[in-house]
């Protein structure tokens, strides 16, 4: 069955230093994954969406690639902030529903630390 | 005022009891979802609907249903409430290939 898979273990960092946070999708070809933003007790946040003919894609300090080769995306967050401590999902759509259904991955915990 | 709105925000109900959450929106799109959220188990599709008239099962439907009264009103109802419903439920819309999410609900079953 369709699968993305992230890191579940919680990522550490100091500010100012750059977050990568990987996603993995395994048994299909999305063609695209998208990147969203949870804090504690809130709605997903939508972020940022990468195609599967773009390697890259950036907004401000945030920065998408896709690699079609390794089945991965990695999510960067450069010049890192306490306030970008919070879960980030990726997610990819589903084959079914007209790709209008997404699949999510668990999440990663990033806090960035002062 | 907030584009996709949830009531109520907390609820703590009865095993057995029935129980309606209610989502509406003001963006103005077709396709409406309910998503739970469990730790460690990540956002589980109960039902979507991508028109008033189109009503889909999502992966974790069972104990579930919906109403989709309007465009921008999409209800989930617990019939008989147990414990292991207790959750952190979303309602979401979707345009394009993106989903906008209201802030949830908690619900707990005692």
């Known amino acids: 069955s369709q699968k993305i898979e992230q890191n579940s273990e919680a990522l550490n960092i100091q500010e100012g230093k750059t977050a990568t946070l990987t996603c993995n999708y395994t048994?299909?070809?999305?063609?695209?994954l998208q990147w969203y933003r949870q804090d504690p007790g809130r709605g997903p946040v939508f972020l940022l969406l990468?195609?599967?003919n773009e390697k890259e894609k950036r907004k401000e300090r945030l920065k998408v690639t896709f690699d079609t080769t390794l089945k991965q995306s990695l999510f960067h967050i450069t010049a890192s902030q306490p306030a970008d401590s919070a879960t980030y999902l990726c997610a990819a759509p589903s084959r079914a529903g007209n790709n209008r259904k997404l699949i999510w991955g668990l999440g990663t915990s990033l806090a960035v630390n002062p | 005022d907030a584009d996709v709105t949830q009531t109520p925000r907390n609820r703590i109900t009865k095993t057995g009891k029935r129980i309606m959450l209610e989502c509406s929106q003001t963006k103005g799109h077709d396709r409406m979802y309910w998503y739970r959220q469990d730790p460690g188990l990540g956002l589980q599709l109960i039902y979507y609907?991508?028109?008033?008239?189109?009503?889909n099962k999502g992966e974790i439907s069972d104990g579930y249903s919906v109403s989709r009264q309007a465009q921008a009103k999409f209800s989930l109802s617990l019939e008989s409430a147990i414990p292991n419903q207790t959750a952190l439920y979303f309602c979401?819309?979707?345009?394009?290939?993106?989903?906008?999410f209201g802030p949830g609900t908690r619900l707990l079953v005692l």
């Open positions: 609907s991508f028109d008033v008239k189109d009503i």
């Open positions: 990468i195609r599967e």
């Open positions: 048994n299909y070809s999305p063609a695209y």
């Open positions: 979401a819309t979707g345009f394009g290939e993106t989903q906008y």
